[in-house]
Nanobody, 129 residues
Framework: QYQLKESGGGLVQPGGSLRLSCAAS????????VGWFRQAPGEEREGVSC????????SYADSVKGRFTISRDNAKNTVDLHMNNMKPDDAGVYYC??????????????????????WGKGTLVTVPS
């Protein structure tokens, strides 16, 4: 069964670190580019980072550049988001999403690119102020 599952969320103090993981089952993740998104209460979902299917392109939102790192392990069928020096503004539900694209060097942080069935259910990250 085609499924995406996020894990690794939790409570972290400002300045702390978390590693989120997006695990795919039922299909091979290496054919897809992957995006990480987050949504804070009352806010719209925003793109945080994405990685191309070949891993060559990694993009980040300005708000997380230098603090977050996206990586993929196609052998494990996972994509991780390493978050360092976290801030209260980083809090929210984090989602991963996948999209099949023939250009293996491309990815997107535009949520509209991803189909409605191409998302995980999210993992909650809390950073108290």
């Amino acid at each position: 069964q085609y499924q995406l599952k996020e894990s690794g969320g939790g409570l972290v103090q400002p300045g702390g670190s978390l590693r989120l993981s997006c695990a795919a089952s039922g299909f091979q993740l290496d054919d897809y580019f992957v995006g990480w998104f987050r949504q804070a209460p009352g806010e719209e979902r925003e793109g945080v980072s994405c990685i191309s299917s070949n891993g060559a392109l990694r993009s980040y939102a300005d708000s997380v550049k230098g603090r977050f790192t996206i990586s993929r392990d196609n052998a494990k069928n996972t994509v991780d988001l390493h978050m360092n020096n976290m801030k209260p503004d980083d809090a929210g539900v984090y989602y991963c999403a996948v999209h099949y694209w023939t250009n293996r060097g491309a990815c997107s942080m535009n949520s509209g690119v991803y189909g409605k069935n191409d998302w995980g259910k999210g993992t909650l990250v809390t950073v108290p102020s």
